[in-house]
């Protein structure tokens, strides 16, 4: 079991910019693919985007393609989502979650998923 800690939420105007971090510890973190989720208000939790655990393969939904950039810093036991262009639509909790995979795979379904952070709020207004 790894345990994630994510950081980075605030409130920001559409249009603007957030980094969120999450910091693993308790497992070797370059074993994990990581990914992050998010969750709006009455929705279902979705993907947005995640990498495998070397960081070679990374996949995103299309909803945050070409807006949003997922990386990972294995040295520092922490991954990252630099979310460009926020919209409110992007409003949400995200969290960060992680699997023991080797493999360049990269998760999408919740369920692949063994670990997850409590999340940080991310708000964007109009």
């Known amino acids: 079991q790894v345990q994630l800690v994510e950081s980075g939420g605030g409130v920001v105007q559409a249009g603007g910019s957030l980094r969120l971090s999450c910091a693993a510890s308790?497992?070797?973190?370059?074993?994990?693919?990581m990914g992050w989720f998010r969750q709006a208000p009455g929705k279902e939790r979705e993907f947005v985007t995640g990498?495998?655990?070397?960081?070679?393969?990374?996949y995103y939904a299309d909803s945050v393609k070409g807006r949003f950039t997922i990386s990972r810093d294995n040295a520092k036991n922490t991954v990252y989502l630099q979310m460009n262009s926020l919209k409110p639509e992007d409003t949400a909790i995200y969290y960060c979650?992680?699997?023991?995979?080797?493999?360049?795979?990269?998760?999408?379904?919740?369920?692949?998923?063994?670990?997850w952070g409590q999340g940080t709020q991310v708000t964007v207004s109009s």
């Open positions: 979650a992680a699997l023991v995979h080797y493999s360049d795979y990269v998760p999408t379904a919740e369920y692949e998923y063994d670990d």
């Open positions: 308790g497992r070797t973190f370059s074993n994990y693919a």
């Open positions: 990498i495998s655990a070397r960081g070679g393969n990374t």
